[in-house]
Every structure is written in structure tokens, then in C-alpha cells.
């Protein structure tokens, strides 16, 4: 009975579709607003009806200048003056102006109440469609109910914090407005471009026309007065500096907002592998290698060619196990292996177990930041610091950067900057320091605004012509690698004649400034199956997909993986045969290289593309041994502070790797800790 009664509801229901969808209405006013797909991005449309008129199209796009922008304008003054849809179309930009009057012929179907859409009823049950995401495979299983988008599944091996985080933003987004229009989110295109593939081909598979899901994606409602708020510490920026800092000031008893410009958390930090530095005697001890305090300060001021502050590195140097320590009472677990990472210049780094810095460093101290009863405002750029009659800092005044919601926040105790680099920043690596043309392994949201804000209230800054140029950026993209280059003292980096040219365990700017002089500003690195990634051969888990993208070659002998690379086969045997060599020896005379563990000897062979790619800006704001910001008469900002790589004076000319880390944390907790009155 029941099931009879919903077929007749659904038959009357199709049928007022139907009738709907063959009745003309007037246009019943309003702005109604579509999403369709131009010639270079989405355009927005919003046409506005009134007494029966078509009186003003909006189109938000990013057509070409001077081509598809004035078709679009054309054609919206044409619909106007004759108040019709039924124009041509204009030679030359037709993608554009079709795109735009297929919109507004749309929103002219709302306009009349027509539902013909509606006809087009999903055939429910579960689709699903395999595309490449950033780490792989992808699986997307959409589930569709007779008038809906019910869930999205994906099945995955994206990284943890950004892979994850763009699925979770756009899974919610286009179940929340039932609508395909959304954007990728920055940071994470190839995961967000990937998954919305999935969907769309999903969507496809029902038979459905797409269009019926270009609605605009909402955006939340704006107040027209400012929002205010009051704690004791504002942090600007989500990232590891701005969260150890979080968890001191809630862990002390302070309240706190933290402002994050992105969609989601983690800044660079998320990207990072995780390798911390610390000197660690009871670990190092047992794979015989001598460390100290005194030794982590010596090595540190000495790469940075003693540009660095020596009271900052002191402080760094005898505060790093605690760092450590501290993260691992605050959940970060970590491989045991202790070693050198590339520029690390001495085997005390450690890794993150997963060797993913968001699972360590951002998953944990979120969840009890927020379990502290913490705040973190997402999308929300800090714009200015906010000071009071005396100069000291009063709070922030910040944005929404959806819908420009302004936010004007007081901070008691005092506002922690801690924005990340500025890597990312074109033209402030051309300012600073007169690189130009290189890809960057930053995230989009390093862009130095912490400080633009802290120079603006006269905070000076320290080393920031000091920018660290990475060995190991992808050729195509400029991401970094390290992660499957191969450990440094089993592998060797060769030219593309297959010869070595610098020393593999040197410094990253050196190799950098060594390898821009070879074919092609790339060099390779070489490896066997038993010196291996970082992770173990067989336990990296996307192998396969890394081999597709040309990421990573393998073959069973050298002259093959020679000849899939583009490599002079005969150069790179000549070249492992000597190395071989060197190893029996024990001694790099050629480049001397300062550990030679293993010959490359052991099939399959690996070999992985490297180029320079910006890292890592060492310069920033000046701070002293309190994390508070100095201005430029040498006095401090009252009640302003600075930490991680937004700061200078840690890691002069040359930052170690695996000590931006350690520098985020010892920084980040003594920032949390002096703002609420904590002084050891
Ligand atoms: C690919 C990669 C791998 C790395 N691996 C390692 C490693 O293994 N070991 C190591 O020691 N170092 C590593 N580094 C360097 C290290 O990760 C960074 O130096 C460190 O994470 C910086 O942390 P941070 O907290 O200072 O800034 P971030 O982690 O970048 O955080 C800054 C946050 O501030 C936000 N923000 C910026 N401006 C504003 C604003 N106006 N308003 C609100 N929010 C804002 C950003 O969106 C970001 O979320 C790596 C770097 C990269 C790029």
C-alpha cells in the first residue's frame, strides 16, 4: 500500500514536472544566479529580472582580455536591448559568449518557474569512477537518491592534512549546495582536479545533463559590522611554529584565537617530511656517532657562514631535544633511525614515523589546541596589526577571505606572528634576493605577510637576502622529494653525461649552485635496492605511480636505467664502477663525500631527476632569545612576537636541513610561553 502510494507521488510528480517545463510564465523578479564552464575558467552569472525585464547580467569570469571578456560584454548588451535570449552567437570568442547566453538562458528558466530540469530525475544507485590524484589512484563512488547528490566516497592514498583536507572541503561542498561548481582547492590542485573529475564522470554515468548542477557555490552571509572577539593571544598562521605556540599558551591557562588564511591547517609545515634535528647522545650513541650541544651550535652557525645570531642559535641548539622530547609527550611518533638528511651535514635528524610532519606536528597539537577550548578561524587573513596610543600591540584586524567579512580581534596578553615563509612570493624573492624564474616546493600561502604586517609598525627584519635554493625539486614541478631521492650515503648525483659533480652530503646551497651548471639545470640521483628510499623500496607505497609520472625510473642494470633516464649509459657505468670503488677504499677522493656506506652494486637501480626549486627563505622578522619582535631603534614591539620561518637571525646564509623544524618548535613553545608571563 505504502509502495503504491509513493509510485503515484513520484508519477504526479514527473508529470507537474513535465507540464511545468512546457509553461511559459512571466518572469518573476529576482537575481538568479548559474555557474557555467567558459573558455578558460567557470563564469558566474547572475542576471536580475524585474517587471517582466531582463535588467542587469553580472558575469564574474576570467575570460581573455580583449577577446572573450568583450564577447561576454557584447553579448550581455545585446540580451538587454532586445530582451531576448535568442542572439547569435560572436565569431572568434563563441566558447565565451555561448557559455555566457547558455547561463543566462538558464537563469531565464528560473526566472519563469520552469522546473525542466527537475525531469531529468537522477537514476539512483551508486556510481563510480578511477582518475589519477596526486599520490595515485583515486576512487570516487558517488551515491545518488531520485533528486539528489546522497554521499561521496573516496578511496585514496593522498597525503594526511592537505590531500585529505581537499577532499573533505569539496566532498562538503558539493553535497552541501548540491552543485558541481567548485573550485580546487589552492595548494592541493591535483588531488582537488582528480576528485572533481570523479564526480563529474560520476554524474555523467546517470545521464543527467550537468548543467543541472552548475549552481553557484554559497558563500557564507556577511555581517555588515565588524565581528569582534577578545583573548588573551591572537597567533596568526596554522602552521607547526603556530601551533606548538597554541598549545604552551592553552596548556598555561590562556585563551586563544588562531587566524589561518587557507582553507585548511598546516602551511608548509604539512608538507613538510618531518626530519627534526636535535643532538641526541643516548640515540646517536648506539650507531657510534658523538654529538653535543656545543657541536649542534658550532655546525649550525658554521653552515650559515656565522650570518646567524648567536644568541638565537644558542638558545636553538640547547633547547632542540627538549623540542623533541616535548612533541613526543604531545603525541608525535617517530622512526628510530637516527641519520643525515640531505644538507644536514651531521646524523642527527629524525623523522616523523610516517615521515609526514602534519601526522607529528599539526594532527596532535590541533587536537588539543581545540580540546583547550582554543579557536582556529579558518579562511581568515590577518591584514594588520593593531596597536595602541604607547605602540604596543593591541590585536589584529583581519578578513574573510570569502566574502570580506571584516574581523577586529583584542588581544590581552599579546599576538604571536608565526605566517610561515615567504618562498612562495615571486616578487618578494626578486626584492630580497634577485632570483627570478624558479618554481618554489612552498605552499601558495607563503607569501610573507607577516613581514609586510610587522615592517608596517616598524618591526626590523633580519637576513632576508639569505633564501634556500633545494637540490631536490621536481624538474616538472618544483615539489619537493626528497623522500624518494635515495639516501645520501648510498646514492650518488650525476650529470646527464652520468658523471658526479659535487658532493652528495654537502650543502644544499652548493649542490644547488653545482647543479644549475650541469645539462640542463638537472642532476640525477643514483641508487640500488639495498641502499634504497628513505622509506625501503618496497615500502613506498606509490612506486608504481611515481614510475607513470616519470618521477622515478627503475631497471634491472645500470645501462638500462641509463637509457629509460636520457642518461649516457657508458658515463654512468664508468662512473658506479669507480664509485665502487672509492667505497672498498673508504675514502671519496674525488669529491669527498663524508660517508660511504654501500656500492651500488644490487639490482634494480634506481634513478630519480632532481633541479633547484625555492625552499626556504632564512630571513624574517628580528626577534631576540624572548621571541619578541625588535623594531628598528634595536627596542621591543610590546607585546609582539615571532616565530618559525617568518622570523630571521636562526639560520644565516644557509639553513641545515632538518633544523626549520626543530627552530618552528624550540621558537613556537618560548613565544607561547613568554606571552603568557613564563619566563625559566
Ligand atoms: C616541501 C617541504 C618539506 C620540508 N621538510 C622539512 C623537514 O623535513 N624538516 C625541516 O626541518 N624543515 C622542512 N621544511 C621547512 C619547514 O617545513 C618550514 O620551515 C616550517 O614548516 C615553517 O613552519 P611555520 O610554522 O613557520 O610556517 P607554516 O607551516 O608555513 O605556517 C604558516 C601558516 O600561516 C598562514 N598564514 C600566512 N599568512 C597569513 C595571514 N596573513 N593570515 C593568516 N594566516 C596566514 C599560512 O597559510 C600557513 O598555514 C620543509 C619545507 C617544505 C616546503
Known amino acids: 500500500m505504502k509502495m503504491g502510494k509513493i509510485l503515484i507521488a513520484s508519477f504526479m510528480l514527473a508529470l507537474n514536472v513535465y507540464v511545468a517545463g512546457n509553461t511559459k510564465e512571466p518572469y518573476k523578479d529576482g537575481t538568479y544566479s548559474i555557474v557555467v564552464s567558459g573558455h578558460n575558467k567557470d563564469i558566474k552569472i547572475d542576471t536580475t529580472f524585474k517587471g517582466n525585464s531582463i535588467v542587469k547580467i553580472e558575469a564574474k569570469h576570467e575570460e581573455t582580455k580583449g577577446l572573450g571578456d568583450t564577447a561576454i560584454n557584447q553579448t550581455i548588451k545585446t540580451i538587454i536591448e532586445k530582451q531576448s535570449t535568442d542572439i547569435d552567437t560572436i565569431s572568434g570568442a563563441t566558447v565565451s559568449s555561448k557559455a555566457l547566453l547558455d547561463g543566462v538562458k538558464e537563469t531565464e528558466s528560473m526566472a519563469k518557474g520552469e522546473s525542466k530540469k527537475l525531469v531529468d530525475i537522477f537514476k539512483t544507485g551508486t556510481y563510480t569512477s578511477t582518475v589519477t590524484g596526486h599520490n595515485g589512484e583515486m576512487t570516487v563512488k558517488v551515491d545518488f537518491s531520485t533528486d539528489k547528490i546522497k554521499d561521496i566516497k573516496v578511496d585514496h592514498v593522498e597525503s594526511n592534512g592537505i590531500g585529505t583536507a581537499a577532499i573533505d572541503i569539496i566532498v562538503s561542498e558539493v553535497l552541501n549546495n548540491q552543485s558541481l561548481a567548485v573550485d580546487s582547492v589552492s595548494g592541493a590542485t591535483v588531488t582537488s582536479n582528480a576528485l572533481i573529475m570523479g564526480i563529474n564522470n560520476c554524474v555523467e554515468q546517470t545521464g543527467i545533463s550537468k548543467e543541472v548542477l552548475r549552481k553557484p557555490i554559497a558563500v557564507p552571509k556577511k555581517n555588515e559590522k565588524a565581528i569582534q572577539k577578545t583573548v588573551d593571544v591572537i597567533i596568526i598562521g596554522a602552521g607547526g611554529s603556530g601551533f606548538a605556540a597554541a598549545t604552551e599558551v592553552v596548556e598555561n591557562g590562556g585563551t586563544v584565537i588562531i587566524l589561518e588564511k587557507n582553507e585548511y591547517i598546516g602551511g608548509n609545515t604539512a608538507r613538510a617530511g618531518g626530519t627534526l634535528n636535535a643532538p641526541d647522545p643516548e640515540r646517536q650513541s648506539k650507531i657510534g656517532v658523538e654529538d653535543s650541544v656545543e657541536l649542534f651550535y658550532k655546525n649550525t652557525m658554521e653552515a650559515g657562514d656565522n650570518k646567524s645570531n648567536p644568541e638565537l642559535v644558542k638558545v636553538f641548539s640547547e633547547n632542540a631535544l627538549a623540542a623533541r622530547k616535548w612533541l613526543s609527550a604531545h603525541g608525535t611518533k617517530w622512526t628510530e633511525n637516527v641519520y643525515q638528511t640531505i644538507g644536514g651535514l651531521w646524523p642527527r635528524s629524525m623523522d616523523e614515523k610516517d615521515k609526514v610532519a602534519y601526522n607529528g606536528f599539526i594532527e596532535p597539537l590541533e587536537k588539543i589546541v581545540l580540546d583547550k577550548g582554543g579557536d582556529i578561524i579558518l579562511n581568515c587573513k590577518a591584514e594588520e596589526i593593531l596597536t595602541g596610543a604607547d605602540g604596543k600591540v593591541i590585536g589584529v584586524k583581519a578578513v574573510d577571505t570569502r566574502n570580506g567579512q571584516v574581523y577586529e580581534l583584542t588581544a590581552i596578553k599579546g599576538v604571536i606572528i608565526a605566517t610561515g615563509g615567504y618562498g612562495a612570493n615571486q616578487e618578494m624573492v626578486k626584492k630580497f634576493n634577485n632570483v627570478e624564474g624558479l618554481p618554489t616546493s612552498n605552499a601558495p600561502t607563503?607569501?610573507?605577510?607577516?613581514?609586510?604586517?610587522?615592517?608596517?609598525?616598524?618591526?626590523?627584519?633580519?637576513?632576508?637576502?639569505?633564501?634556500?635554493?633545494?637540490?631536490?625539486?621536481?624538474?616538472?614541478?618544483?615539489?619537493?622529494?626528497?623522500?624518494?631521492?635515495?639516501?645520501?650515503?648510498?646514492?650518488?648525483?650525476?650529470?646527464?653525461?652520468?658523471?658526479?659533480?659535487?658532493?652528495?652530503?654537502?650543502?644544499?646551497?652548493?649542490?644547488?649552485?653545482?647543479?644549475?651548471?650541469?645539462?640542463?639545470?638537472?642532476?640525477?640521483?643514483?641508487?640500488?635496492?639495498?641502499?634504497?628510499?628513505?622509506?625501503?623500496?618496497?615500502?613506498?607505497?606509490?612506486?608504481?605511480?611515481?614510475?607513470?609520472?616519470?618521477?622515478?625510473?627503475?631497471?634491472?642494470?645500470?645501462?638500462?636505467?641509463?637509457?629509460?633516464?636520457?642518461?649516457?649509459?657508458?658515463?654512468?657505468?664508468?662512473?658506479?664502477?669507480?664509485?665502487?670503488?672509492?667505497?672498498?677504499?673508504?675514502?671519496?677522493?674525488?669529491?669527498?663525500?663524508?660517508?660511504?656506506?654501500?656500492?651500488?652494486?644490487?639490482?634494480?637501480?634506481?634513478?630519480?631527476?632532481?633541479?633547484?626549486?625555492?625552499?626556504?627563505?632564512?630571513?624574517?622578522?628580528?626577534?631576540?632569545?624572548?621571541?619578541?619582535?625588535?623594531?628598528?631603534?634595536?627596542?621591543?614591539?610590546?607585546?609582539?612576537?615571532?616565530?618559525?620561518?617568518?622570523?630571521?637571525?636562526?639560520?644565516?646564509?644557509?639553513?641545515?636541513?632538518?633544523?626549520?623544524?626543530?627552530?618552528?618548535?624550540?621558537?613556537?613553545?618560548?613565544?607561547?610561553?613568554?606571552?603568557?608571563?613564563?619566563?625559566?
Not at 610587522?454 to 632576508?464: D, L, Q, Y
Not at 623522500?483 to 650543502?507: L, Q
Not at 628580528?622 to 619582535?629: E, F, G, L, M, Y
Not at 646564509?653 to 625559566?680: H, P, Q, S, W, Y
Open 446 to 680: 607563503s607569501t610573507g605577510d607577516g613581514i609586510e604586517m610587522a615592517v608596517k609598525i616598524g618591526a626590523a627584519t633580519e637576513g632576508t637576502e639569505y633564501i634556500q635554493i633545494h637540490p631536490h625539486g621536481n624538474p616538472m614541478t618544483g615539489g619537493l622529494q626528497s623522500h624518494f631521492a635515495g639516501v645520501i650515503k648510498n646514492s650518488i648525483y650525476v650529470n646527464k653525461e652520468g658523471k658526479r659533480f659535487t658532493e652528495e652530503s654537502g650543502r644544499r646551497d652548493t649542490i644547488s649552485e653545482d647543479t644549475i651548471k650541469q645539462t640542463g639545470q638537472v642532476m640525477y640521483s643514483i641508487f640500488d635496492s639495498k641502499g634504497g628510499f628513505y622509506a625501503g623500496v618496497l615500502k613506498l607505497k606509490n612506486k608504481e605511480d611515481l614510475i607513470n609520472k616519470k618521477y622515478l625510473y627503475e631497471a634491472d642494470t645500470l645501462e638500462e636505467l641509463a637509457k629509460k633516464a636520457g642518461l649516457d649509459a657508458k658515463g654512468l657505468t664508468a662512473t658506479v664502477s669507480h664509485y665502487n670503488k672509492l667505497v672498498e677504499s673508504g675514502k671519496d677522493t674525488d669529491f669527498e663525500k663524508d660517508e660511504l656506506e654501500q656500492k651500488i652494486e644490487t639490482g634494480p637501480f634506481y634513478c630519480v631527476p632532481l633541479s633547484p626549486t625555492i625552499h626556504h627563505t632564512m630571513g624574517g622578522i628580528k626577534i631576540n632569545t624572548d621571541a619578541q619582535v625588535i623594531n628598528n631603534s634595536g627596542k621591543i614591539i610590546k607585546n609582539l612576537y615571532a616565530a618559525g620561518e617568518v622570523t630571521g637571525g636562526i639560520h644565516g646564509t644557509n639553513r641545515i636541513g632538518g633544523n626549520a623544524l626543530t627552530d618552528c618548535v624550540v621558537f613556537g613553545r618560548i613565544a607561547g610561553k613568554r606571552v603568557m608571563g613564563i619566563k625559566e
